[in-house]
């Protein structure tokens, strides 16, 4: 099990950048595949990206080309970098490990608001 607490949220405008961090705790960290989910207002959580223990990534199609995930494992570290955002990027987010053997998601954090202004 690992401890994640996300942080970097906040308000900005319209086509602004915000940059998510995830930390995380125990000495596992790099064993893990690590997500990114939200949950905007009144709707599901969703995936957005995730990024495997070779550094592999994927994205939602609604944010390629925007976003970036990226990982320092000797930080034990996640990070989303988002750009260009949009109000629709408004949206409690989450960050998520899982263990190689795992087929769900089973570490959370406790999730950052980030609230996008037109």
């Known amino acids: 099990q690992v401890q994640l607490v996300e942080s970097g949220g906040g308000l900005v405008q319209a086509g602004g950048s915000l940059r998510l961090s995830c930390a995380a705790s125990?000495?596992?960290?790099?064993?893990?595949?690590l997500g990114w989910f939200r949950r905007a207002p009144g709707k599901e959580r969703e995936w957005i990206a995730q990024?495997?223990?070779?550094?592999?990534?994927g994205y939602r199609d609604s944010v390629k080309g925007r976003f970036t995930i990226s990982r320092d494992n000797a930080k034990n570290t996640m990070y989303l970098q988002m750009n260009s955002l949009k109000p629709e990027d408004t949206a409690v987010y989450f960050c998520?490990?899982?263990?190689?053997?795992?087929?769900?998601?089973?570490?959370w954090g406790q999730g950052t608001q980030v609230t996008v202004s037109s």
């Open positions: 998520a490990a899982r263990t190689q053997t795992s087929v769900s998601w089973n570490n």
């Open positions: 125990g000495r596992t960290f790099s064993t893990y595949t």
């Open positions: 990024i495997g223990i070779t550094g592999a990534d």
